[in-house]
């Protein structure tokens, strides 16, 4: 396959296989062939475009609308740093602090873009679309895939403690910012990027600096601490999460009332989705064994392996 007589080498990391390198060494891009969601192009390229100054992210070369049944292409520069998800296996607490420093101000950052609802991104204007949302409330939420995918066969027992903590993470999260009084509670939402993962962070294995933030694709708006949650899905070095937590205490004051336990109770919603869904693979797997101990412990901190990294 080529790209205008370039080679294209399909990019490792994901899970799209829409994604390849172009060119050859010392001039390549970056190119997102959108099949599965052609109009997804031109929300990218605007988010990318907005984004740029605020945290590390690639500079827009070309964009192109879906056209006569063929999908829509962005190409971007490609930057600099190695995935975040090959470094961490080998690097020492220091380096994972050093680390976890910088990711913290790239997540304070994007905490910090506003949207006036939740939903939906849409077109080059980044509309907030409400229109066609799964569910109102995790519990309904929970009960899709318990009608229809694998949470069918968790026992009671587990299935009554998701309930418990759905019901729970909604009341914390609809309230996550009071006022003098609870009439005046309101939930903030902000820009999120909805895969804040090591295998989206590129980093400079030297200065520990986060060189490009990846993949915009599930980007929405939501909660605040939808990406703390993402990222501590799998990852919880305390060297690392401490790190974090310490830039986010200094930088977010939107994510100042207990940022780890929030952030867990905002991943219910996709930890929900992977587990529940019919479809299946490693990162469903492992979520399916989170969830399901955090129901049994009635926790959403529960962890179930014995280290504190969880490769997906």
Known sequence: MDWHGAP????????????????????????RVYER????????????????????????????????????????????????????????PDA?????HHVGHVLAALSGVPTPRFGELTGADLAVSSEGLPADDLTAW?????????????????????????AEADDHLAGDHRGADAET???????????????????????????????????????????LGNLTRFERHPAFVDA???????????LARDPLRMGRYADLWALVELAGSLRTNAVRRLAEDLLRAQAREGDVLAWPWETPRRDP
């Open 244 to 254: 974090v937590l310490e830039v986010l205490a200094d930088r977010a004051p939107v």
């Open 185 to 227: 509670a309101y939930t903030r939402r902000v820009l999120v990027h909805s895969d804040f993962n090591p295998k989206n962070l590129l980093v400079d294995p030297e200065s520990w600096q986060v060189t490009g933030l990846l993949d915009w694709e599930f980007a929405h708006a939501g909660s605040p601490y939808a990406d």
């Open 142 to 166: 929970a009960w899709q895939f318990r009608d229809e995918g694998r949470l069918a066969s968790w026992p009671d027992t587990e299935w009554k403690g998701l309930l418990d903590l759905a």
């Open 37 to 92: 969601q052609p109009e997804r192009a031109v929300v990218d390229a605007s988010l990318l475009r907005l984004l740029d100054g605020i945290v590390p992210v690639p500079r827009v070369v070309e964009v192109r609308r879906p056209d006569a049944g063929r999908p829509g292409i962005l190409v971007t520069e490609r930057l600099p740093g190695r995935r975040l998800d090959l470094l961490m296996p080998d690097a020492d």
């Open 8 to 31: 294209m080498t399909p990019l490792a990391g994901g899970y799209s296989g829409e994604t390849f390198l172009v060119g050859e060494p010392g001039d390549e891009v970056v190119l």
């Open 96 to 100: 994972l602090a050093g680390i976890g």
